[in-house]
Structure formats: C-alpha cells, structure tokens
C-alpha cells in the first residue's frame, strides 16, 4: 500500500445519499478472486445510463469521489473499497460512512473523509457547478481545501488510520512493524507448544 499524505485532483460529485456497498460493487462482481479488475464493475449498474456522473468526460480521471451523507452502507464487503481504488480513487468524502467500509477503506489504501453535513452540502454543489475544480485531501493535516474557492473543510479521520495512511500500512504492513516482538515472543514459549516454524 503506498503512503497517502497529500491527495490532489479533481473531484467526481456523486450527489446520493444512502449509497451502499451492492451500489458500489453488485453482486455479479464477486466472483472473482484476485483484488484488481473491479474498477471496471464500481456503480456498474448506474452506469448504464449514459448521464451518470462517471459517464461524463469532465470527470475522467478524477481521483477524488464526493458522495453525500451515508456512503458505503449495507454488507461488508471489502470488493466496494478495492472497486474504488482499481478505479482510481484515493479518497472518499461524505458527511457519513458505514462503519465497516471505513475501516475496510483505511486498511487498503482509500482515505474515507468525513465532513460535517453542511460542509459536505457545500462540497457538492461546488463541485456540480465547477467540475474542472481542484480538491486537495491532506491526510497529515485532516482538511479538504477547494483553492479556487478558498474553502477548507476540516475531516474526521482517527489517529490510527491516519498514521497507517500516511505510512502506507495495511494489516500486514502494521503487523510486520511489530516483527521483533513477535520473535521475542516465539523464542520464548516452551517447545511443547505448536509452533509456525519449518
């Protein structure tokens, strides 16, 4: 996973509430087995219409989604969160995640902002109005900035996801930084028990 610390793009509008991870990602998508290809099935079946807000070539090549309230709600796949990183995303705002799509973003490389309710209303309808604008994502420093517009919208991100962020850690990555005390550890327990090693 590569660190995250200043994300810097255009913005795709997604003006939805309540977007859950069937949305996201439909079911049909889960049957393969590796974490790549899925960018190719995100909101599959929104995009079939030719208006939808991905379809439209002013926001080719965005790397930021902003969603309204409730994104990444219903089941926990983790097939929503790698949809949008294969896309080509790196952070997500909205005024509220599901809980499990927030951790799940934060263990793959996906920044999940949350920003207060009006903020995030502000957000959109800037971003509907001027699509070509520029958003920054500053994980460091947890705030939105539009420089064109000359907003800055503080997120809530906690410590932990934002230090695996910022050091590009997913759950092996954290799990490796411990490596010595884990050998001390193994060293140490009585042979009779099981053990890891060849």
């Given at each position: 996973m590569e660190p995250l610390r200043v994300i810097s793009g255009r913005a795709v509008p997604l003006d939805r509430s309540d977007v859950d991870t069937d949305q996201i990602?439909?079911?049909?998508?889960?049957?393969?087995?590796?974490?790549?290809?899925?960018?190719?099935?995100?909101?599959?079946?929104?995009?079939?219409?030719?208006?939808?807000?991905?379809?439209?070539?002013?926001?080719?090549?965005?790397?930021?989604?902003?969603?309204?309230?409730?994104?990444?709600?219903?089941?926990?796949?983790?097939?929503?969160?790698?949809?949008?990183?294969d896309y080509g995303f790196k952070a997500v705002?909205?005024?509220?995640?599901?809980?499990?799509?927030?951790?799940?973003?934060?263990?793959?490389?996906?920044?999940?902002?949350?920003?207060?309710?009006?903020?995030?209303?502000?957000?959109?309808?800037?971003?509907?109005?001027?699509?070509?604008?520029?958003?920054?994502?500053?994980?460091?420093?947890?705030?939105?900035?539009?420089?064109g517009a000359g907003m800055t919208i503080p997120f809530s991100l906690d410590d932990d996801a934002r230090h695996r962020l910022l050091q590009g850690l997913d759950d092996v990555g954290a799990t490796m930084q411990h490596l010595g005390d884990i050998d001390t550890y193994e060293r140490r327990r009585p042979d009779w028990l099981p053990t890891l090693g060849a």
């Open positions: 990602i439909p079911s049909e998508w889960l049957k393969r087995i590796e974490r790549t290809g899925f960018g190719a099935g995100l909101f599959a079946e929104w995009r079939d219409d030719p208006a939808f807000v991905l379809n439209r070539p002013e926001h080719a090549g965005a790397c930021i989604l902003v969603a309204g309230p409730n994104f990444g709600t219903g089941s926990s796949r983790e097939h929503a969160v790698w949809a949008l990183v705002v909205s005024p509220r995640f599901g809980d499990i799509f927030r951790s799940n973003s934060t263990r793959s490389g996906l920044v999940p902002a949350e920003v207060g309710a009006g903020e995030g209303r502000e957000l959109l309808d800037h971003l509907l109005s001027a699509p070509d604008a520029e958003v920054v994502v500053d994980v460091e420093r947890r705030v939105i900035e539009v420089p």
